[in-house]
């Protein structure tokens, strides 16, 4: 009797520990459960799944936003890359993303009713938490990047759609190259 006593004790010790493991850890692709709603963040707090604060946004990538209210001196003079690339798991830029970053900067020096705002993208794997803390990440340094080339703060603003704004939609690593990115949208209009 006593045995059978240990038995269930052992049992149920074991269900307890396995139900602490029932999460999505970030390996392989999670399984859908649902929206998930962003990091409570500054710059996650325009994310509301369908766009950033109710703009059409159509250009970069299924929710990134297109550059608009520019002259057209300004569109004749947009850098040709709007976006920087990222390895995996990290918000370091290499030599070729900081040569893109500098080229935006540099449009901003010389265009200074220019606002930009950053969006932080991330592939696929881990979770809708982690990947939206990663896009974030990516889209400050940028932004620090700028600002050391001059730029002024008050022209630049972030948002980090995580793994929701994909360019790629393959799961490989050629797709997930793509979607670590942070995309450059540019608008008219700054008067500070």
């Known amino acids: 009797m006593r ?3 240990i ?10 520990a396995l139900t ?9 692709k999670p399984s859908t459960v649902g929206a998930v709603a962003p ?21 970069n990538g299924p929710i990134g936003g297109g550059n608009s209210g520019l002259t057209a001196a300004e569109l004749a003079a947009l850098p040709q890359q709007l976006c920087v690339h990222f390895g995996f798991n ?11 970053a500098t080229q935006n900067a540099q449009f901003m020096v010389n265009h200074p009713h220019v606002k930009v705002r950053l969006e932080g993208n991330t592939d696929d794997r881990g979770t809708q938490e982690y990947n939206l803390a990663l896009g974030e990440r990516r889209a400050e340094t940028v932004k620090q990047f700028l600002e050391a080339q001059g730029v002024n703060a008050a022209r630049i603003s972030t948002v980090s759609f995580g793994k929701d704004n994909p360019l790629c939609t393959t ?3 050629e797709c997930w190259a793509k979607n670590r990115r942070v995309d450059f949208v540019y608008s008219g209009g700054y008067n500070g």
């Open 7 to 16: 038995w269930i004790a052992v049992a149920m010790t074991g269900a307890l």
């Open 20 to 28: 602490g493991c029932a999460h999505n850890v970030g390996s392989g």
């Open 3 to 5: 045995h059978h006593q």
């Open 39 to 59: 990091v409570n963040s500054a710059a996650t707090a325009g994310y509301n799944g369908e766009g950033v604060n109710g703009q059409d946004l159509n250009a």
């Open 171 to 173: 799961n490989d690593a």
């Open 90 to 100: 990290s918000e370091n830029m290499d030599a070729h993303a900081q040569q893109i």
